[in-house]
């Protein structure tokens, strides 16, 4: 199985993005597992930095990852994956049979929902003290690690019998939930996908931050 890109930009592509954002680290882990050259940029977060006006000139809705591939603009983590997927390496990621992408496309979506709103969220509140209700969005991670126990009975990876841009989107997020104080002790086929996905070549992790139970 080979996952690499079968292209190579002309010039290596500029990821802005900040390394403790698990949605950047999406499009850092993906350049990587593709073997891309990249330069990765850290946006000023705290400082402001998204409410320029050079960078709202690259993603109107103020939040990393983007990435610039010559006169390429694209923001926001699932769709990088979906452009580096189908300009680097088609066929490789996404299937490109109806079905099959639409179930890829069920975890995109589920990157943007219950991923940003469940376990991503409950890290906001440890690690960077957002103001949500830490037990609505613990129980929310956990409805989300119990759909994905379920399904793993079934396969290996998220979406496929191979490893896809669904398994890339879901990732990080789920690895990190800890720092949330969401345990993952519960769901053994969550902890062995994360090893799966931690065995492709070029893996690459984010870094772990001690707070929740990682404390
Ligand atoms: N739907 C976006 C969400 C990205 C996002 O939430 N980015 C956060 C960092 S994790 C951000 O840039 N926040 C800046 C801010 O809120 O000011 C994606 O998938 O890229």
């Known amino acids: 199985m080979n996952l690499t890109a079968t292209s190579r930009p002309e010039t290596p ?24 050259p990249y330069t ?7 400082g402001g930095e998204q409410k320029s006006p050079a960078f709202l000139a690259l993603n109107a809705f103020r939040q990393v990852p983007v990435i610039e591939d010559g006169d390429t603009v694209v923001a926001d983590s699932t769709a990088i994956l979906v452009y580096l997927a189908q300009r680097y390496a088609p066929g490789r990621w996404m299937p490109q049979d109806a079905a099959g992408a639409a179930e890829v496309q069920r975890w995109l979506s589920a990157a943007s929902g219950p991923v940003a709103f469940g376990p991503c969220a409950a890290r906001l509140v440890t690690v960077f003290g957002a103001d949500f209700n830490p037990d609505e969005v613990i129980a929310r991670a956990h409805r989300l690690l119990a759909v994905m126990e379920n399904g793993l009975a079934q396969r290996e990876w998220l979406a496929a019998a191979v490893p896809t841009l669904a398994d890339i989107a879901v990732y990080t997020y789920v690895a990190h939930a800890p720092e949330g104080n969401v345990s ?32």
């Open 13 to 36: 592509i500029l990821l802005h993005g900040f390394k403790l954002s698990g949605h950047s680290h999406r499009a850092e882990l993906f350049l990587e597992l593709l073997g891309l």
């Open 40 to 46: 990765f940029r850290q946006v000023d977060l705290a």
């Open 184 to 215: 993952l002790d519960a769901y053994p086929r969550v902890r062995a996908w994360l090893a799966r996905v931690e065995a492709l070549p070029g893996f690459v992790p984010m870094p772990v931050t001690r707070a929740g139970l990682r404390a």
